[in-house]
């Protein structure tokens, strides 16, 4: 395979499998079994591997920080990977009309660090920040910590540039905000997960950083007490809300107790902890506001206790909480990771069935929750062996048959579809959309060579 892409990539851009075994392979244990990496410099060459891949009928696996949950990294010997980790420049930065344009490589850190230098901030936050890049938020559509604010990736993305299965570059870098000019043709590759062409650039909005802000952890009874204290923080904040983060008893149970054992800013127990940030013109009037969301709390019996940052090494240890997820892990060795978006009023009607699914069939599993209350995405983890994870279909069944009875709810709130998720998308779907969705990629990958088995099955 290499002889193949030989004159197309300098020998210092192509990672041969025996280099390639030694990489961390990030959230997918398969990431690294392709048969060759590539690394290209500029979106001409990234044109030209696809042509040749195309004509060659090699399949391509994108990857960006691997740091997605579905395994749509996961690769095999006859697949080429390719990274755009060298494509990492930011291109442009207009802090008059606010958006930014870099190259697809470039990590969600990364971007931010460069519009802070005017003022400015991305809408996008992850806790991967440093390690996932723009190439991958954009395929997955991510979401993270300040979707009630900005919105998904989505929302976000003005313009980028994608090169097709047969090396077509499609350059739809707009930077306005007022684009009305026939198809948005952009959307299509957005969530895509690469399975219809490579994202090598893109424009971003970005927003006014904020002067200062402050953060608090707030304890609650239940989910309806959290729920209506995030109704009067929208009412009190409104636009000046960046986060609303949720974890259930057994999550900040788990993570304080491997983080802070005894020195936790709220003691565990049987309530609900909330993590919520507001920003303001200076760090005064940002702890005013969250103060006064905390007291009208408290008026309304909703809250049972609460502290405020006081500093940044403090606000950093309350967010460390909630999104050191790996914890979950630990005492196991694995982790099961499941990604739904419910409606608010079902929340806590779904957690309870879950709850006495796995007492009644599965009492041996623990089930840690968190998520973006704010915006009814739940994380709902298993801790489990390494040997159960390989064998996880029963738990899969089970959470997924709980999903199923609950009107409205989504089983992939953010973290995409993959090879984890195919079925569940065809059994969630109408025959309808899924034809369409074929037939897009069938026109814009003929030969099935990009991200093949990702997001689609072939139809029957």
Not at 115 to 141: C, F, K, Q, V, Y
Not at 274 to 295: H, K, M, N, R, Y
Not at 332 to 339: I, K, N, T, W
């Amino acid at each position: 395979m290499r002889d193949l892409f030989a004159d197309i990539c300098p020998p210092d851009a192509i990672v041969t499998p025996d280099r390639l075994r030694d990489l961390d392979p990030g959230y997918c244990e398969t990431s690294r079994n392709a048969g060759l990496l590539l690394r290209p410099q500029d979106t001409a060459t990234v044109a030209a591997i696809c042509e040749r891949a195309n004509r060659t009928g090699t399949p391509i696996v994108m990857q960006g920080g691997l740091t997605g949950l579905t395994d749509a990294t996961a690769t095999t010997g006859d697949q080429l990977a390719l990274s755009l980790e060298r494509m990492n420049r930011i291109l442009r930065i207009d802090p008059l009309q606010r958006f930014i344009v870099a190259e697809a490589g470039a990590t969600i850190a990364d971007l931010d660090r460069a519009a802070a230098e005017h003022g400015l901030t991305t809408g996008i936050d992850i806790p991967s920040r440093d390690i996932a890049t723009l190439g991958g938020a954009i395929g997955t559509n991510a979401g993270g910590v300040r979707v009630i604010r900005y919105g998904m990736t989505r929302d976000n993305v003005l313009g980028l540039t994608a090169v097709l299965a047969d090396g077509r570059i499609i350059e739809d870098m707009n930077t306005l905000p007022k684009d009305n000019t026939g198809y948005d043709l952009k959307q299509m590759f957005i969530g895509a997960e690469g399975t219809l062409g490579v994202v090598t650039a893109a424009v971003l909005r970005l927003y006014p950083r904020p002067g200062a802000s402050a953060s608090a952890l707030l304890a609650c009874r239940d989910v309806a007490a959290a729920q209506a204290v995030l109704a009067r923080a929208q009412v009190i904040a409104a636009g000046n809300l960046l986060s609303f983060e949720a974890m259930w008893p057994d999550f900040y149970r788990l993570t304080t107790s491997h983080l802070c054992a005894g020195r936790e800013p709220l003691p565990p127990g049987d309530a609900m902890h909330l993590i919520v940030e507001v920003t303001g013109p200076t760090p005064d009037a940002a702890e005013a506001l969250l103060l006064s969301i905390f007291e009208a709390a408290m008026a309304d019996d909703l809250v049972l206790d609460g502290v405020i940052a006081k500093s940044e090494a403090e606000r950093a240890a309350i967010w460390a909480i909630r999104e050191d997820t790996d914890l979950i892990a630990r005492p196991l060795g694995a982790m099961l990771s499941f990604d739904v978006s419910i409606e608010a009023s079902l929340i806590d009607d779904f957690l309870r069935r879950w709850d006495e699914a796995r007492a009644a069939q599965m009492p041996d599993i623990r089930s840690y929750v968190f998520g973006h209350l704010g915006d009814c995405n739940l994380h709902v983890c298993v801790g489990l062996t390494p040997e159960a994870k390989r064998d996880r279909g029963p738990i899969d069944d089970l959470f997924y048959a709980t999903l199923a009875a609950t009107p409205g709810a989504s089983f992939s709130a953010e973290h995409g579809i993959g090879l984890q998720k195919r079925a569940r998308l065809v059994a969630a779907k109408s025959p309808e959309v899924l034809s369409l969705m074929w037939q897009v990629k069938q026109m814009l990958d003929p030969n099935g060579i990009m991200n093949p088995g990702k997001v689609l099955q072939a139809p029957t």
